[in-house]
Structure formats: structure tokens, C-alpha cells
């Protein structure tokens, strides 16, 4: 499921995939692709040729996903792939928004999966790319549908044994990386609250989401969790979302858009530090 505007990591965390156009109304009131595409040529201002396209996927969407099928959400601002299985028989109209300010209505209920992370995706797809391009395709390729089965049959690995990057915070890009989310995330829709010095695991509020955020210089910089942070993840899980800011530069951290990890103490492998205190007993 592809989108202009990717809200893959929205759609994990309420358990759907979802499509846009939602001015054509319910997709089950549309008796043919032709009453479609011309509904959408009634609410979309685009050419003759990109109003097929889009009516081919919203068609497809409503006709060709079926109930148990194994869908891959791509989410290309983080690099991760959302893998679930369909749950819902048919297509549903749902005007509430996802996340913040996600307004796509057709819907399918999906159980996921499994995350796929930046390195597992290079190994599944060496080229970077499967499926189609169109925003719903279909997965042909027998080698790609192996790797996806075979993957799913691996459990996942929590903890390694060390980390590869060194652990030094860039404390530099703390409270920077803390404004720039705020930002981020109001464009995105949502109405963020700073609970930074209140202690409580995460960063920012915004309803019934949390998000831990944190800043580096470049992606040679490991990132980490406290055991406060990882607490309240394990505890949250989906609800808590990793917001991860890579920058050289300060004025570059203003602009940059973050890597999104939700349920980041499941859907990652993490290295465990144990940190010693003595405590004078007198």
C-alpha cells in the first residue's frame, strides 16, 4: 500500500491498511469501476489518465484483497515495511482520522505481523523495490512470496550481544531534535504535548500516542532507550513510537524528517548495558 504521503506507521498502530480518495464515499455503494472513475472525476481535479490509475487501485482495493491475505504496508520515510494479515472480509468507510491528520476512509482491518527493519529489507530486496508501482499492488514474484513466508516463520531476536555504533548521545541535538518533533508532528495533524521533564519514559503526548524522540549527527550514532524510556515502551507497546532526527547540522535537523519506530522494544534488536550505582551506606 503506497500513498503520496506515507501514514504506514499510523496504519500499524490502529491496525488497518487504508487508501485515500475518500470523497468517493463507501466503496461498497459503487456498483462498477466505470461509476468509479467517474465519481472520481466528479471530486478529483487530475487528468483523464491518472483518474484510471487511481480508480484501478481503489478497485483493486475494494475486489482483489481478500480476508487472510498477507498484505506489506511500506513506510519509506523510516525504510521499514509493516507486514500483516487481512482480517476484514470486505472494504469499510471510516471518516475518523488516523493518527493525527491521516483522513483516508477505505479500510481493512489487518493483525500485523511482523516490522521489517532497514537491514532485513536490503536482505529480502537486494534492488530496493517489489511489488508494483501503483499504490496497490500485487506481489507475483515466487522467489519474493518465499522470503516473505520463510521470514514470518523466524522469530525475531530481541537482544544482540554488543552494539556495533558506539553509545556516546550527541547531547547537542537533544532539546533541538525535541523542538523540530514538535513541529513535525503538529504538520502532520497532531496536537503535541512536551512532557519532557516530567520523567515519564517519553517525550511528547498527543492523545492516546507517546513519543520518544532523539537527535544525532549522523547514523554512526547509536541510539538509546533508558530503562524508564524501555519501560514505558514494553508497557505501551504500539502506542509508543520512536522518533529518530539524523543531522549534520542544526540547520538541516530543522528541516529533516525522522525515522518512526513504533513499538520499538519488539519491532527492533537492541543491545543490553547494565549500569552499576553504589550507594554510600551510611
Given amino acids: 500500500m503506497k500513498a503520496p504521503k506515507d501514514y504506514a506507521r499510523e496504519c500499524y498502530q490502529a491496525g488497518v491498511i487504508a487508501v485515500g480518495w475518500s470523497r468517493v464515499g463507501d466503496l461498497n455503494h459503487i456498483a462498477t469501476r466505470g461509476q468509479l472513475k467517474r465519481k472520481l472525476e466528479r471530486t478529483e481535479d487530475e487528468n483523464p489518465k491518472t483518474i484510471a490509475q487511481w480508480a484501478g487501485a481503489l478497485w483493486n482495493f475494494r475486489n482483489k484483497v481478500s480476508q487472510a491475505d498477507i498484505v506489506i504496508c511500506p513506510d519509506r520515510d523510516s525504510r521499514r515495511y509493516y507486514i500483516g494479515q487481512v482480517l476484514s472480509r470486505r472494504v469499510f468507510h471510516d471518516t475518523s482520522s488516523l493518527g493525527g491528520g491521516c483522513s483516508f476512509a477505505h479500510r481493512r482491518k489487518v493483525r500485523w505481523l511482523r516490522v521489517v527493519n532497514p537491514e532485513e529489507a536490503t536482505v529480502l530486496w537486494p534492488s530496493g523495490r517489489f511489488g508494483g508501482i501503483q499504490t496497490v499492488s500485487e506481489i507475483k514474484r515466487g522467489e519474493d512470496i518465499i522470503k516473505i513466508?520463510?521470514?514470518?516463520?523466524?522469530?525475531?531476536?530481541?537482544?544482540?550481544?554488543?552494539?556495533?555504533?558506539?553509545?556516546?548521545?550527541?547531547?547537542?541535538?537533544?532539546?533541538?531534535?525535541?523542538?523540530?518533533?514538535?513541529?513535525?508532528?503538529?504538520?502532520?495533524?497532531?496536537?503535541?504535548?512536551?512532557?519532557?521533564?516530567?520523567?515519564?519514559?517519553?517525550?511528547?503526548?498527543?492523545?492516546?500516542?507517546?513519543?520518544?524522540?532523539?537527535?544525532?549527527?549522523?547514523?554512526?550514532?547509536?541510539?538509546?532507550?533508558?530503562?524508564?524510556?524501555?519501560?514505558?515502551?514494553?508497557?505501551?507497546?504500539?502506542?509508543?513510537?520512536?522518533?529518530?532526527?539524523?543531522?549534520?547540522?542544526?540547520?538541516?535537523?530543522?528541516?529533516?524528517?525522522?525515522?518512526?519506530?513504533?513499538?520499538?522494544?519488539?519491532?527492533?534488536?537492541?543491545?543490553?548495558?547494565v549500569t552499576y550505582e553504589y550507594i554510600l551506606a551510611q
Fill in 149 to 273: 513466508k520463510t521470514l514470518l516463520r523466524r522469530t525475531r531476536k530481541t537482544f544482540t550481544a554488543r552494539p556495533r555504533l558506539p553509545i556516546r548521545p550527541d547531547m547537542e541535538w537533544g532539546r533541538a531534535a525535541e523542538e523540530r518533533a514538535m513541529k513535525w508532528l503538529r504538520e502532520r495533524g497532531y496536537k503535541p504535548q512536551d512532557v519532557t521533564r516530567l520523567n515519564k519514559g517519553w517525550d511528547i503526548t498527543c492523545g492516546d500516542d507517546r513519543f520518544e524522540v532523539k537527535g544525532r549527527k549522523s547514523h554512526s550514532v547509536a541510539v538509546r532507550l533508558s530503562q524508564n524510556e524501555w519501560n514505558a515502551a514494553r508497557h505501551l507497546k504500539a502506542k509508543y513510537t520512536l522518533l529518530i532526527f539524523t543531522a549534520p547540522t542544526l540547520e538541516k535537523l530543522r528541516r529533516s524528517v525522522p525515522d518512526q519506530i513504533p513499538d520499538p522494544t519488539r519491532t527492533e534488536v537492541w543491545s543490553r548495558r
